[in-house]
Each structure stands twice: as structure tokens, then as C-alpha cells.
């Protein structure tokens, strides 16, 4: 008999006794069996013949209010999220709260309708005051972009708040800047975006999420915008613009630069997600070797890139093209890289996975579209930095965690404090200037 079994015997007499004693004492039969029960549960003993204290149900973990500094959409708003508001805008950027990020997706966005009939490319202002001849503050895509209502006045106008659909070819230089401004409220609608799914872009990571059915489905690899040099002048407006958008037109390929970009899908005015460009080999052959490397980094116009090679479930562009009809209104939001923010390590002890027989990759899984006859084998990701697995590229297809390394590279860009796009910091300089000459 082991010991832990004899004390659990001797638990059980000692409080059998206790309650015997206890039941004589009270001289109510009747009584006996509450007495033992009661008792029985009072004296519960270690093996070191301790009493247990009888562990207490704690309260339910109260839902804290989003504090000031959380990583939100509307970080740094003069309007703090009100009590009981909640959406896109006032969630926190994790990922791996499927079932908020799920909740999210499936709520009404507020959507801009000037009433030109001239659907999604269309753009008006927000201004200053609740008054056309103020200063224009912000600019906001019609049809598509969701828009944070603020507050809605009893003279026809509305507050609201979104980061301004700043293009090249406009006054309001507010590159990607989160804004209010009042718009009026008849230009205001709901709209119930598709119950079916929902995609989230996080610029922090250079990930693309989608959700089906109130859970994550699959990753996939992404470019966002990159602030450059041209050739003749910077361009502030190359910066993926963050917002709540609905997916609508499904445009086809579009050429730029000799880049081809398939199954471009419009968002947000000239902001697209389409398949990562291509250019044509001389043979008419598709050649990706300029742009698929850079995958999972920002270096777009402001579109979005996607990835062609097929995740595990089985989800590319391709996919997500034949999946979608045009006016989908598939939910598409993508949050803003704060300053600050930053990509958690991996536990040691997550599995990745490779071949032993001279592979040159690391996976997700033991399936991966990359070599589907191969069951890959695990290791840890705490092995990832040693031999022989160190020099194992991280899967196009499968889209399995970053090395540390390189998370701890582009956290160190995203320190609190620094600056990880100082080019782009001082291009929205001209944006206050104008707000402070007006
Ligand atoms: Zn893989």
C-alpha cells in the first residue's frame, strides 16, 4: 500500500471519528449523515497530516475597461472608448483571442454614402467643425471604409474617427494619421458585413488572418506599403492605410511597372489585395523571384500582397479569389503597427517540424502543399537556434513561427520610445503644420 493511499484511509477515519463524536454530542440522529458529510468535507488532510484549506471558487474575472495605453485601433484618440463600446476600434490587437476577434468581424460596420452612386472609389472629407467651409481634417473612402462614430448631434452633424484614406492626389496630407472630424450624419450607414468570414491584416506582423466560422482557418504571408524614395520624391502615401474596410470589387490583374498583380481585390479607394507581382520571363513564363522573398516584410505601393503557395488548409490568394464574390462585404480590417506593440516568442517547447532527409525548411505541421508525400518530423522551437536545425529556412507555404532572432529584430524596431519609420514620422510633419496655419 502506498503511503499517500494510507493517509487518504486514515483522512477518511479521523473524520469519520470527528463526525461521530460531533453526531453524539448533538444526540440527533437525524441529523448523523448532514454531521458526517459536513465534516468529512472540513477535515480533508495532507499526506503530512495537515489540514487542506478547502480551495474557494474566486470571482469571476471582472472585464477590465481598455485602459489608455492598450494596443488598440483608436490608440491615442482625444475620445477614449465610452463604457460599454466595443468593435474594431476599441478591441486589443491579439490574435489569439479568436472569439473577440470573431466577435468583431461580425459587427456592423459604419460606412459612408454620399449618395453619388459612384460606389467605392468615391471620397469625401471630415472637417474640423460641424461646418463644409472648416478646414478639412481628414479624408474618408466611401462605401468601404468603416468609420468610429463619436457623436451624433442634434444639428445634422456627426463626430467620427477613422485614419484618414490620404492618397497622393489630395490636400489633406494626414498619411495613415488617426483623425476626427464631423461629417454629416445622413452620410451615415450601417452595414452587416458577411456572416460567412472575415480577414485581418496586422502590419506588425506582415500576416494575413482568416477567420471562418468564429476561428482562425489559416495564416498567410503578406507585404504591406513601404514609405520610399521614387526617383524624384518620397511617397508618405505608399503607407498601408489601417482601418475597418469591406472587401468589394474584385477587379482582376492589374499591371504596374511591369508587375503583375492577379486577382487584385479593391478595399479602400486605390488600396487593393491582389496575389504577390510577377513579372514575365521572356518565354511568357510568371517569374515571383523579385517579390516573393519579401514576403512577410512591407514593401508594397499600399496594396496588400498575398501569398500564392497554399497553406496547410489549403488557403492562397486563389482561394480567397474563388471564394469571394465582388460586393462580398467580407469584413477586412487591418491594425496599425503602434509603436510599442510586439510579436510574443514562442514557448521552447511549441513543436516545429522538418525532414530529416536533407530538408532545407522548417513547418508548421507534419502536412505542408510544399512537399505533400512527406511526413515532416517534430522538434522544438527551443532547438530552432542549435545544429543541425539552425540553418533551416522558415516555410513560404506553411507559414510556421519566426525564428527569435528575427522577432527579436523587429521588436527591437518597435520598442516603446523608437521610431520605426522615422522617414514616415517626418513626411506627416506637413500634416500639423497645415492643421496649425488654419
Ligand atoms: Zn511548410
Redo the contacts with the bound molecule.
Keep these: 500500500m502506498m503511503i499517500g493511499e494510507k493517509n487518504q484511509i486514515m483522512k477518511r477515519i479521523l473524520a469519520f471519528l470527528a463526525a461521530a463524536v460531533l453526531a453524539f454530542s448533538a444526540a440527533a440522529a437525524e441529523e448523523e449523515e448532514l454531521w458526517v458529510e459536513e465534516i468529512v468535507e472540513d477535515v480533508l488532510l495532507d499526506d503530512n497530516g495537515r489540514e487542506v484549506p478547502l480551495e474557494t471558487p474566486g470571482p469571476e474575472e471582472a472585464s477590465s475597461p481598455v485602459s489608455d495605453d492598450a494596443f488598440i485601433p483608436s490608440r491615442g484618440s482625444a475620445y477614449p472608448a465610452r463604457e460599454g463600446e466595443n468593435g474594431y476600434w476599441t478591441l486589443p490587437m491579439d490574435i489569439t483571442d479568436e472569439a473577440a476577434v470573431w466577435e468583431m468581424l461580425m459587427a456592423p460596420v459604419t460606412v459612408v454614402d454620399i449618395g453619388k452612386n459612384s460606389g467605392e472609389k468615391e471620397q469625401t472629407y471630415l472637417y474640423r467643425e460641424p461646418d463644409e467651409d472648416s478646414l478639412k481634417v481628414g479624408v474618408v473612402t466611401c462605401e468601404s471604409q468603416g468609420v468610429r462614430v463619436i457623436e451624433t448631434r442634434d444639428d445634422g452633424w456627426s463626430l467620427v474617427e477613422c485614419y484618414s484614406s490620404s492618397f497622393h492626389a489630395t490636400k489633406v496630407e494626414a498619411w495613415n494619421l488617426l483623425v476626427s472630424g464631423y461629417i454629416p450624419t445622413k452620410y451615415l450607414k450601417q452595414v452587416e458585413p458577411n456572416p460567412d468570414m472575415g480577414i485581418v491584416v496586422d502590419k506588425l506582423t506582415q500576416r494575413m488572418y482568416i477567420f471562418q466560422e468564429g476561428k482562425l482557418l489559416s495564416t498567410l504571408l503578406v507585404s504591406t506599403g513601404l514609405v520610399q524614395w521614387n526617383g524624384s520624391k518620397y511617397q508618405p502615401y505608399n503607407e498601408t492605410r489601417s482601418g475597418e474596410f469591406l472587401l468589394m470589387n474584385k477587379v482582376g490583374t492589374l499591371i504596374s511597372d511591369r508587375l503583375y498583380c492577379d486577382m487584385a481585390i479593391r478595399f479602400n479607394a486605390g488600396d487593393m489585395m491582389h496575389e504577390v507581382p510577377h513579372v514575365k520571363n521572356a518565354d511568357g513564363t510568371e517569374n515571383y523571384s523579385s517579390t516573393e522573398y519579401k514576403l512577410g516584410t512591407k514593401c508594397s505601393h499600399g496594396c496588400i500582397r498575398v501569398q500564392r503557395y497554399r497553406t496547410?488548409e489549403g488557403i492562397n490568394m486563389s482561394w480567397i479569389w474563388k471564394q469571394l464574390k465582388s460586393q462580398s462585404k467580407v469584413k477586412f480590417v487591418i491594425w496599425e503597427d503602434w509603436q510599442g506593440r510586439q510579436i510574443p516568442v514562442p514557448d521552447d517547447d511549441t513543436l516545429v517540424y522538418y525532414n530529416p532527409n536533407k530538408g532545407s525548411?522548417y513547418?508548421?505541421g507534419t502536412f505542408?502543399?510544399?512537399a505533400k508525400s512527406i511526413t515532416f518530423q517534430p522538434f522544438t522551437y527551443g532547438e530552432l537556434e542549435q545544429a543541425p536545425y539552425n540553418k533551416l529556412k522558415a516555410?513560404p507555404?506553411?507559414v510556421?513561427p519566426m525564428r527569435e532572432g528575427d522577432i527579436q529584430e523587429r521588436n527591437e524596431q518597435y520598442a516603446a520610445g523608437g521610431d520605426h519609420d522615422e522617414l514616415l514620422t517626418s513626411l506627416q510633419q506637413g500634416y500639423y503644420e497645415y492643421l496649425q496655419g488654419n
Design positions: 496547410p525548411y513547418h508548421k505542408c502543399y510544399m516555410c507555404y506553411c510556421p
